[in-house]
């Protein structure tokens, strides 16, 4: 069998570890020729092709990043590209894809299923928000990055009696605010779930510095926003490829926060540092899980799947019943983010 295998989207820590265990499980064990694509789906429509071998995998276990390259492209029939994505399938000779991403990436591994491509996915984001997996590769890493960030913006915070915002990834979904603002202890976390009022925000930034503490950490997701009809408009800033701008609204966040109490403000972007590194043993873990998993479902002749992590166990679920939802942070865990306010 000759296997595709390649990573779309955002890199995330825990990626070489996904595709070391494809490799030594396909290659090591059923003596399948795994094929590498660069730069995610764009490689494949332009056979971008690099050798993954055992002897390619070699101490990767614990390297951030992706070994193949990763790219924000996608196959269209618009544009001729989903037609060069078969021609390298056929020219290479391609029996299955194993693809490895996050929304985008897994949304257009459904559109190439659809084309009669057999394909088996596997989720990846910092950001958590896949539907359907509780977890995905790379979050784990980011959380204990940010968490530590926030420690370390406590001593500072406390030292200077200022509010510091610190703003983390997470476009849709709040993951990464809220779990990290739980572990670091923030006063205040603000997620794209539940937009805000800033008049809220300032009383209980002001009750607190009156009654027992002289700073405040308030963490932030870079897609929060103020509710509608409150006293603060604000609407995400995008980039020419509808990215956010990182800091644009913690930046915003500390003016309004800064005119209205009088306090002493600064904002930390965590930005990409909660993407780099070396991801945790948990990563790593999960990574391999659901590497060994893909194998697995192609190997039962499994295709439109997507590996996924419930209940602490390895499902499949189909890539159409996951492509184009949100997984968000639900309702019990941001009740515990704001409970200790
Ligand atoms: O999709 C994952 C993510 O890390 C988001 O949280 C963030 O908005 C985005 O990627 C940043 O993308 P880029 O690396 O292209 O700037």
Known sequence: MRVGLLTGGGDVPGLNAAIRAVVKVGEGRHGWSIVGFRNGWQGLAEGNIMPLGRQNIRNVLSVGGTMLGTARFHPRVSDGSMEDVHATIEAERLDALIVIGGDGTLHAANKVAETGVKIVGIPKTIDNDVWGTERSIGFDTAVTIATDAVDRIHTTAESHNRVMLVEVMGRHAGWLAATAGIAGGAEVILTPERPFDIDQVVR????????????????????????????????????????????????????????????????????????????TAADRILATRFGVAAVQALREGHTGVMTALQAGEIRLLPLAEVAGKVQYVPDALLDVATILA
């Open 204 to 279: 209980q930034l002001k009750h607190r510095h009156r009654a027992h503490a002289s700073f405040s950490i308030i963490v932030v997701a870079e897609g929060a926003e103020p509710a509608k009809g409150t006293s603060m408009s604000y609407q995400t800033e995008l980039g020419q490829f509808g990215e956010i701008i990182a800091g644009s609204v913690s930046e915003r966040l500390r003016v309004e926060i800064a005119e209205r109490t009088g306090f002493d403000a600064r904002v930390t972007v965590l930005g990409h540092t909660q993407r780099g590194g070396s991801p």
